[in-house]
Each structure stands twice: as structure tokens, then as C-alpha cells.
């Protein structure tokens, strides 16, 4: 139990230290792809720490959901990130599927109620998108997840993993890309860059934040996004048999980096798409999930 733990914990520091690593990768890739020279690879560190310098500012018009969130949010990525076995190959014991989903769930539950919680239009008007994209998203994640638990016969994280060596998990992974471009908030579905009001979607929910809870805010998106690739790996690229945990390790994090130029491509490649087209862009992510689904139970 004791080195189960100790492993947890090492993974939290890695998710801590490696989420600002992928996210400066994917913006130098997008900026050297679009011609520009662009921010370093270390930026979002520099943008953290900054961050957490300075002090926060919180309208009197808010309650505890505004001051508990941005932790709320960081610790439910993390605590998510943790029960993936990243580079060890037995399973922890202490969540699976359902528990991950409903972390992701309760970090989204305490963000559109923050949005909402000082009544600004920005405010609102972000919470409303977001509890939007999540009608469409959630169905789409959970079909694609629970389609790959049904193939292992177990929802654990270690007894799925690399449930998506065959045919239908190939189709589960590519309806699951489109939850990874959604949940990350990167183009076509939102532009995590922009601050314009027609176009924001997260970034209109932290507009009443300020000091470290912005920085805890940033840090907990990118933690996000992070696990959500080293998901997506344990699932259909797992580490290799037999390697060393040390190996498994850096094995893992050039993996990550692989699928974060992926997306850093995708993002490049397309442009923001209007909001009310969001329902046909996820509905091409649930026909392929659906599919796996159709052809595991037809086999």
C-alpha cells in the first residue's frame, strides 16, 4: 500500500511538472507551423510562477465557490491523473473509469458555477457554453470509454490498458480524439488563446479571477490536458512489455510530447468553428464510438 501511495505521488509531481513542458511544446509547434517565432518552450512555467506571486482579488459579491474552485479544479485533475498507471503496470486500487469521469465531472460542476457566481455576462455567458459543450461531450467520452471497459471486461485502469489493439478500439480512439479537442479547448471547438467575447468559451469563466488563483487555474487546464493525453496512451499505446520503470517513464513522456504535436497540428490546421456547428463536430465523435460499440457487440 505504502509504495502504491508513493507512486500516486510521484505521479503528481510529474503531472505538476511535466502539464506547463507539453503545453509550451504545443505553442512553439503552432507558432514555428504559422511562421512565427513565438514564446520559448519554459513560458508557461514563467507565466505560473508569476501568477502565483501575486495576490488574489475577490469581489465581495462572491462566496466560497469562487475562493474553493481554482483548488478544487487542480487537486480533481490531479487526483485524476494519479489512478492512471503511468509507468507501472498493476492498478492502485483506489478508482477507475467511473471514478475518473466523475472528477473531470466535479471540476467542470465547480467552474460553470464560478463563471456564473458573480453575475458578469462574460461570467455567464462562458458557464452557459461550457455546460453546453459538455452535453455533447460527456455522452461521447463515456461511450467511448465504456465501449474500451467492455472489450477488457473491467472498468480498472490497469485492466484496460491497451484495450485498443483491435479494429473497434481503432474507432474508439478516433472518437475519443474529438473528446481530447473538446476537453482541452483547443480549435476548432475553442481558442484558448483568444479574448475576444464572441469566441471564448473557458477563458470567459476566469475573467473575475486574479493573482495565484488565475496561476492555479492555468496550471489546472494544462494538468488537464496532460492527462487526458497520457489517457489516451494508456489506452492505445501503452508502455512497452518488459521495460524498466525508468525507461517506461521516458518512454511515456515522449509519447505525450508525440500526441501534443498531434494537436498542436489538428489545432493549425483547422479553424475556429462556430458554435452552434459544435453539435455536428461531436456528433461525428459519437458515430464512431457508437460504431465500436455496434461491431464489439455484433463479433
Known amino acids: 500500500m505504502s509504495d502504491q501511495l508513493v507512486i500516486m505521488g510521484g505521479q503528481i509531481i510529474l503531472l505538476l511538472l511535466l502539464a506547463p513542458l507539453v503545453n509550451g511544446i504545443i505553442k512553439k509547434t503552432k507558432a514555428l507551423m504559422q511562421c512565427r517565432r513565438g514564446p520559448g518552450i519554459f513560458q508557461p512555467y514563467f507565466d505560473v510562477i508569476k501568477f502565483l506571486k501575486r495576490e488574489p482579488v475577490v469581489s465581495d459579491n462572491t462566496s466560497w465557490i469562487t475562493l474553493l474552485t481554482p483548488y478544487v479544479c487542480l487537486t480533481a485533475y490531479l487526483t485524476a491523473g494519479s489512478l492512471i498507471p503511468m509507468w507501472v503496470k498493476t492498478g492502485f486500487g483506489f478508482g477507475d473509469l467511473i471514478a475518473l469521469t466523475y472528477l473531470f465531472a466535479l471540476s467542470r460542476f465547480f467552474l460553470a458555477l464560478a463563471g456564473l457566481e458573480p453575475a458578469s455576462a462574460f461570467g455567464g455567458m462562458g458557464s452557459s457554453r461550457e455546460m453546453m459543450i459538455a452535453t455533447l461531450v460527456e455522452p461521447v ?71 495565484r ?21 494508456h489506452l492505445f499505446w501503452p508502455l512497452a512489455a518488459g521495460a524498466s520503470p525508468a525507461l517506461a517513464l521516458l518512454i511515456m513522456i515522449g509519447k505525450v510530447i508525440v500526441l501534443g504535436l498531434a494537436l498542436a497540428v489538428i489545432e493549425t490546421s483547422m479553424a475556429k468553428m462556430r458554435l452552434f456547428k459544435l453539435p455536428e463536430l461531436m456528433a461525428g465523435g459519437a458515430t464512431f464510438c457508437l460504431l465500436a460499440l455496434l461491431i464489439y457487440c455484433l463479433v
Open 141 to 211: 467520452m463515456v461511450t467511448g470509454l465504456f465501449g474500451l471497459a467492455l472489450l477488457a471486461g473491467t472498468t480498472d485502469l490497469a485492466g484496460i490498458r491497451g484495450a485498443g489493439h483491435n479494429p473497434v478500439g481503432l474507432l474508439a480512439f478516433i472518437g475519443l480524439m474529438f473528446v481530447t479537442v473538446a476537453e482541452t479547448g483547443r480549435i476548432p471547438v475553442d481558442n484558448p488563446d483568444t479574448h475576444l467575447e464572441l469566441t471564448m468559451v473557458h477563458e470567459a469563466m476566469l475573467l473575475e479571477y486574479a493573482g
Open 213 to 233: 488563483q488565475v496561476g492555479f487555474l492555468h496550471l489546472a487546464a494544462m494538468v488537464k490536458q496532460t492527462v487526458l493525453l497520457v489517457l489516451l496512451i
